[in-house]
């Protein structure tokens, strides 16, 4: 509603739960697919209970505004991964206009924790045209840094002299100059 949200900054972010094994009446393995000799890899769409390390567990996540109201929920299996869950709760925001029209389905700016900054999750964000205050693992700073400013080549690639065939100096390895 007009001034009781504020779009200026979401949050995203989730929970684990965990169930006792007798409370949702769940059997240790997996149901079988009638007619094939497998297990499922994934559970049903329609399931949010799994297994994981801690037994069975189901996930919340959940985009709020500033204000701490829920704009958009999903309940998935507990082995599940935070980082491919951004996408469907953010897709699921649908706050109704007042006036009538398209609801809103875009905040200005979205915080979440470093779970959420795989490059699928910034391009996302960036087509969309979300500003986003998400942390980046240190792992995802140095595979960057290593790949350097030329597009994912190390640092000293020489594109001319690769393509040529020719070795120039700016893109060889300093030599080891025997002075001992």
Not at 20 to 36: E, M, S, V
Not at 70 to 88: T, V
Not at 108 to 121: G, H, K
Request: proline residues 8%; contains cysteine; aromatic residues 4%.
């Amino acid at each position: 509603m007009e001034g009781r949200i504020d779009w200026s900054k979401a949050g995203a972010d989730s929970t684990l739960l965990r169930a006792h094994q007798h409370a949702a009446g769940a059997r240790k393995r997996t149901p079988k697919i009638p007619g094939k000799r497998s297990r499922p890899e994934w559970h049903r769409p329609d399931e949010a209970l799994g297994r994981s390390r801690g037994g069975l567990t189901t996930k919340i996540h959940l985009a709020s505004e500033s204000g701490r109201r829920p704009l958009a929920l999903l309940l998935i299996p507990g082995q599940r991964g935070d980082g491919p869950q951004m996408i469907e709760v953010l897709d699921r925001v649908r706050v109704p206009r007042p006036g009538g029209g398209h609801p809103r389905t875009r905040p200005e700016c979205l915080s979440a924790d470093n779970a959420y900054s795989s490059r699928r999750n910034r391009r996302y964000l960036r087509r969309r045209q979300i500003r986003h205050a998400i942390p980046e693992r240190r792992d995802q700073r140095a595979h960057r840094r290593n790949r350097g400013s030329a597009g994912g080549r190390p640092t000293g690639f020489n594109w001319t002299s690769t393509h040529a065939g020719t070795k120039s100096n700016a893109s060889s390895t300093p030599s080891r100059t025997s002075g001992r």
